[in-house]
């Protein structure tokens, strides 16, 4: 079990708090020290035990004033004064430390300021603290250095002390906001606690190393700068036992922590073996060590980094550390010190790791835009002394590219393929009195999915097949049931596993297996010069899979799957929900005034045959589009009818689109149904609906247009060689085109019928007429 005083991450080692031996408490100087601190604890309790014993004094001491910080900090100074002196501090150091601080007087400014180290530690432990707090603590913490350096903050502090402090807040708040992160991400996702609780991996003294390993992470070059000043910092830093003071600094913060804690005797005396150890572990030679990542390794998501990543972990520690630097390769000869993100983490920032690690992690490695395969990782640890310390490995990178971008080639989205809710979108365009909207798109007939299917990087995991389903509504568990498969692609020989064949990116999912014409050895049959044969089932080529079945088709909001396996085993998975209409819209026209190819007499509607008024012509039919699902709401996708458009051809001659009446008066466009063909489901005859059809009317054509000598009085152009003279009769043909917005393969759905009549402009010649607007003349 963890207790706070875990040195993992710590130029220390891990069984730091491991069974003691009698080299870490058997001599005269642990025992010196030992009293020194039990003396402090035991006049404490003896305190305590007088006033258990006269509660009428405790009861006086309760009416007076509540504690506040002061006492605390003067409470924590009592406590640790003797422990403190310089003969009792010094006792536990290793002869290594010694003889490397030399004289005293050089380096007591160091041993002042571990009384600051050491009560700090056991402010932090000593309760539950908020961030808030711990910035407070750590405000005194900068002041009691500042004192003990013969630096002491102005009242009020100068600007330069209020920038160093606001350095130390800024370096605070990345050293621990890891430990909120790795909190918050155990709220977030408990499902493995339950477990780990049973089989015995959390404990009672689960997380206590937390407050360790922000004190680790908060020790850096850039909080020594900002805590003892400038000016300071570049003095001390140059000393050549600089980074032990760090160490022995952070040793002093663990133990005042693990101190904290303490219930008893015991555990005061196990806390400064611990504290000794750690001394010890300081000048631990110049170590350097990488263990992980190991063989086959996947990327996992960084969300503070916005990046995919491993984490490279070992050790990078000893005596002298000054700091340790990350390189990979792809070939073991040319090294790149790029792309990776050291603590703290978040941010992430930095060109090196400047504190000591021990069995942690060194570095995240980050492999966002990197290749899958094998890379060569090399750790440089260099110390004060210019010594460094060089380790190697290597790894297989694992990438996976395992999602559903597109269908049909369309993959515009509302959000991204990684929201499980992400819906294909258009903007539906204005039209007439039709406002634009922005809506979901269907999809139908023989549909193309795009995507990738692929896994791969390691020698013993690639793709070994990949599978299309579908459910219907909207599903984003990959392992609830119902699921229909429809698509199945495997990869089973050696000429299919080539890299042509993988489907990354905005690949063609829905591909079959056919021959490729390439360099392969006899009998097979030659496809182009030799060596250049045709392999049997060797190239994927896109094709599309059918999703008209049946008269409806599958018709409403669906759910696919795409399901990835791999040759060892493991499987992967992405959702996508799609809207699929394989419903046609139906279009049926008549002229209720005349049959079809019967002649009409402009004369019976031109009543009376003034060109100032219109001579209105009902023109009747169906232009509808069912909904895609009957029991979902009238709303698009759903309702997915788009427009119609009426047309009037002459033969051999224009053609005129007819105004439409609508809500907002007359346009080109139909934008609301018209009539009802009666039966869903069924496919749409026009002329043979059954009774339970509903015809309306499409259009009021005014036949002014057909008139060449009222034709201008229409408020829209005629187009030229349209219209008929007086006395003249020719063949025109009603069209009617009738659109919903699915996307297929070949455009949108549509439905098409006509009516042709032959018209005849039986209405009188004016007076004066000509040529032009007469076919015969008076008198002709």
Known sequence: MKRETDMADTPTDTDLDGPLSPDDIGDESFKLALNALLAAHQSQLEDDLKQAKDPERLKAELLK??????????????????FMKEDVAVRLLPEQALQLLGPRENWRWCLLHLRCCLIFGWLVCRRPRNFRAFNYLLYRYWRCVREVIGQP?????????????????????????????????????????????????????????????????????ETAQALLGEKAFAAHSRLPWFWFCRCWCLCAMRLGCCLAGAKNSLDIARCLAWYRRCLRQCFRPLTCALTGPNACTDEEIQAALGALVVPVTGTAAGAGFSHYVLEWSLNGITWHASDFRYPPIPPGAGVQGNSPVFGGLLALFDTSLLNPGLYFLRLTVSSVTGAVCVATHTFELSKKDVRILGVDGYSAMDTSWVDPGARFIETVPALCARPASTSEVSFGGCLSVQGGAFVGGCEQRTVKRYTLDYKPGFETDCSSGGWVNFWSVDYSTPVQNRFINRRTDFSTLTSVWAADCMVAPPPLPLCGPPPFRSVPDALLIASCWQSKVSTCGLSGLFTLRLLVEATDGSSYCDTQRVWIDNKTPCAMIRIDAVPKCADLFISQFATPPDCSVPWTLPVSGIAYDELIDPMQPFARPNDNFDHYVLTLTKQGGG?????????????????????NPGADCTPCVPHGLPASATIGTLAMFDLRALDAVCSSQVPYPVPANFTLRRQECCVYQFDLWVYDRTITSSGVHWAHDS????????????????????ARLPGQ
């Open 755 to 774: 009516w042709p009549i032959k018209i005849c402009n039986d209405l009188p010649c004016p007076p004066g007429a000509d040529e032009t607007t007469c």
């Open 153 to 221: 903050v102005a009242t009020p502090p100068r600007a330069d002390e209020v920038k160093d402090f606001n350095t130390l807040v800024h370096l605070a708040a990345a050293a621990y906001r890891p430990y909120l992160t790795d909190q918050l991400a155990t709220v977030d996702f408990p499902s493995g606690i339950p477990d780990e609780v049973l089989n015995g991996q959390i404990d009672c003294f689960d997380g206590e190393a937390g407050a360790a390993e922000v004190f680790e992470r908060l020790l850096t070059p």
């Open 655 to 675: 053609t005129l689109q007819l105004p439409v009446m609508g809500p907002g008066g007359a346009c080109f466009y139909g934008t609301q149904r018209v009539g």
């Open 65 to 82: 004033v509540l504690p506040d910080c002061e006492q605390e900090f003067a409470f924590a100074d009592r406590l640790f004064e003797g």
